[in-house]
């Protein structure tokens, strides 16, 4: 069975960058949906960064600060983050649907400091 594992969190710096990446056990970023998701506590987990073939969509909060991007030959997902701001902290988490099945990573946290 196929899982994620996201690592690359921590605490930086508003302005700052961190570059999450989501390790897949297998070969599954190559075809269906993929993204980074955040949550929060006390509120529901929200879409960041969407990928399905060719095309990206971010929530209107990240637009021009976060890229998605991905590596299929090393199984990898990965979420760039430029321009931090204290409301980016989150858990983040990867995530995999093909069908009607769908993976989620264990998150990794961003703190992001004023």
């Known amino acids: 069975q196929v899982q994620l594992v996201e690592s690359g969190g921590g605490l930086v710096q508003a302005g700052g960058s961190l570059k999450l990446s989501c390790a897949a056990s297998?070969?599954?970023?190559?075809?269906?949906?993929m993204g980074w998701y955040r949550q929060t506590p006390g509120k529901q987990r929200e879409a960041v960064a969407l990928m399905y073939g060719g095309v990206t969509n971010y929530a209107d909060s990240v637009k021009g600060r976060f890229t998605i991007s991905r590596d299929n030959a090393k199984n990898m997902l990965y979420l760039q983050m430029n321009s931090l701001k204290p409301e980016d902290t989150a858990v983040y988490y990867c995530?995999?649907?093909?069908?009607?099945?769908?993976?989620w990573g264990q998150g990794t946290q961003v703190t992001v400091s004023s």
């Open positions: 995530s995999h649907r093909a069908g009607v099945t769908v993976k």
């Open positions: 297998g070969s599954i970023f190559s075809s269906g949906y």
